[in-house]
């Protein structure tokens, strides 16, 4: 499988892969985080590293079913892709990317207690938690096409 040269010069390779493509519906925000959670044990992570993945994980999901369809018909319903890699240094990577609505502006969207979510419902904090709960977080996003963000986690030795 393929490398990914890191910035330190040092090559990291792909040992396990994984895609999912699932509908974004309420019930798949479980469905992504058990199928992750699954998948990363093949790093042995501890509880507390498996349990901050599958926090971030959900954060990410939850995103792509209330906001990214939000102005679908009736009846349509849109995908949620999700690509996962580990890593032969105790790293996983997981890609979570939606064909919605797009955010605006992201840097905006990524402050703490902003949402456009529904008042009382949604508190703001999803970004936040994903970054904090991984070591590194990207957020792309390009308005009427959707939005992919990219988390990766390195398990300690
Ligand atoms: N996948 C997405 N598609 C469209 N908009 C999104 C997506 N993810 C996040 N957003 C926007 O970014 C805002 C902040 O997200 P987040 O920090 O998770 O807070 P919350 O979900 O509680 O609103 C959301 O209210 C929404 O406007
Ligand atoms: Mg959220």
């Known amino acids: 499988?393929?490398?990914?040269?890191?910035k330190s010069?040092?090559?990291?390779?792909?040992?396990n892969e994984m895609k999912l493509r699932l509908?974004?519906?309420s019930e798949n925000e479980a469905t992504a985080r058990a199928m992750i959670s699954a998948f990363a044990a093949g790093l042995d992570p501890t509880?507390?590293?498996l349990g901050d993945l599958r926090c971030a994980v959900s954060e990410a999901v939850t995103n792509?079913?209330?906001?990214?369809?939000?102005?679908?018909p009736a009846g349509e319903v849109g995908y949620i892709y999700i690509?996962?890699?580990?890593?032969?240094?105790r790293r996983i990577s997981v890609e979570i990317s939606d064909n919605g609505c797009g955010i605006e502006?992201?840097?905006?969207?990524?402050?703490?207690?902003?949402?456009?979510g529904e008042p009382g419902e949604r508190c703001g904090m999803g970004f936040l938690v994903m970054e904090n709960f991984t070591d590194f977080l990207s957020v792309k996003s390009r308005p009427g096409?959707?939005?992919?963000?990219?988390?990766?986690?390195?398990?300690k030795p």
């Open 23 to 25: 509908p974004a519906i």
């Open 64 to 72: 792509c079913i209330v906001h990214a369809y939000k102005g679908l």
């Open 145 to 155: 096409k959707g939005t992919t963000v990219l988390m990766r986690k390195n398990f």
């Open 9 to 15: 010069g040092r090559r990291i390779r792909v040992i």
């Open 83 to 89: 690509s996962v890699r580990l890593y032969d240094a």
């Open 1 to 6: 499988m393929i490398g990914e040269k890191e």
């Open 105 to 116: 502006d992201v840097e905006r969207a990524r402050r703490p207690a902003y949402t456009t």
């Open 47 to 49: 509880v507390e590293e």
